[in-house]
């Protein structure tokens, strides 16, 4: 004789996973009546829920997303900028090859030679920076004036 009925925790585990629900659960519900209602309650409210329709927004949002997104005309001038910085490096290494071609040994023996080499690069650094800065600022600027 069943004298105390199932927890309604039991009573959900009944209804999600009946193979790996204890034995005691599985032979309360098929004696009692009332827990047997409540389970069958607990499995029309879990197939409601999975057949509510999923969320959709009433807008499209991907269009949202790409309206953000910097126009391509910006990525070209940033391509352009990067082209003109890989040709800056490309003409500095080209140059020290020209210059220390035959004298490559002298190059790395010396240490005035790779002292002035290193000061080059350094003020060619410095000027890169320098004008990508002067490059981001300009665009900012310009960014503001468009926005008026
Ligand atoms: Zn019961």
Redesign the pocket.
């Known amino acids: 004789m069943?004298t105390k009925?199932?927890t309604d925790e039991e009573v959900q585990q009944y209804v999600v996973d009946k193979q790996h629900c204890e034995m005691k659960i599985v032979e309360?519900m098929h004696l009692?009546g009332?827990?047997k209602s409540k389970a069958e309650i607990y499995e029309s409210l879990i197939t409601g829920i999975k057949q509510q329709p999923q969320r959709t927004f009433n807008f499209d949002l991907s269009k949202l997303v790409v309206q953000q997104l910097p126009s391509p005309k910006e990525k070209a001038s940033e391509r352009l900028l990067f082209r003109l910085l890989l040709f800056i490096g490309v003409a500095v290494i080209g140059t020290g090859v020209y210059f220390f071609e035959g004298s490559f040994i002298y190059l790395f023996k010396g240490v005035g030679a790779i002292l002035i080499y290193l000061i080059i690069i350094t003020a060619l650094t410095v000027c890169i920076g320098l004008f990508i800065d002067m490059y981001k600022k300009y665009n900012n600027e310009m960014k503001l004036l468009d926005s008026y």
């Open positions: 069943v009925h199932l309360h009692c009332e827990c």
